[in-house]
């Protein structure tokens, strides 16, 4: 598992609606959530990012970026966005394995996908704080990350 402090690993996803995802260096220059969710057929899942969608004024407000991805294909990451119009880039058809290997998230067998797992970085990349779940509950939320990130920087004087 990734430790406070640890600089998040370099990833490159493909994106809902065309392009690419490069974590970190995407969130690069101010605080970043990064999610990875089990998939679009998780109930949990799709809870924890429309909120995170509903939040999207707040986060911009405190300059948080936000990304998630998941083991999911373009088609249905497409199909997600468009269903909670997350405004926010999600990346998909992560390879379950390569991500637990590198950052210590947990592994749903069946499907085979990410359990929830969740990182506020830094504006260097590295790690303030990580949440790893091992089932379908127990996620970062955005009214947590919002007064985490707002307690962090006023401990920084920022």
């Known amino acids: 598992m990734l430790q406070n402090g640890d600089v998040f690993p370099s990833f490159i996803f493909g994106r809902a609606g ?16 990064i999610l990875f969710h089990r998939g679009s057929w998780c109930p949990y ?45 999600v990346g ?17 067998e069946n499907p085979l996908a990410l359990q929830a797992t969740g990182f506020v970085i830094d504006p260097e990349g590295r790690i303030v ?12 939320m955005p009214a947590d990350v919002l007064n985490f990130v707002r307690h962090f920087k006023s401990l920084a004087g920022n």
């Open 18 to 33: 065309g392009g690419e995802i490069h974590l970190p260096g995407d969130l690069a220059g101010g605080f970043g959530v």
């Open 45 to 89: 899942c799709n809870a924890q990012l429309a909120e995170f969608a509903r939040a999207a004024d707040k986060f911009a407000e405190d300059g948080i970026k936000v990304v998630s991805v998941s083991t999911d294909d373009r088609e249905k990451s497409e199909a997600l966005v468009d269903k909670h119009k997350l405004g926010f880039p």
């Open 92 to 108: 998909y058809s992560a390879d379950a394995r390569a991500v637990s290997a590198a950052t210590g998230a947990f592994v749903n």
């Open 129 to 140: 704080t990580a949440v790893y779940s091992t089932r379908a509950i127990g996620r970062l």
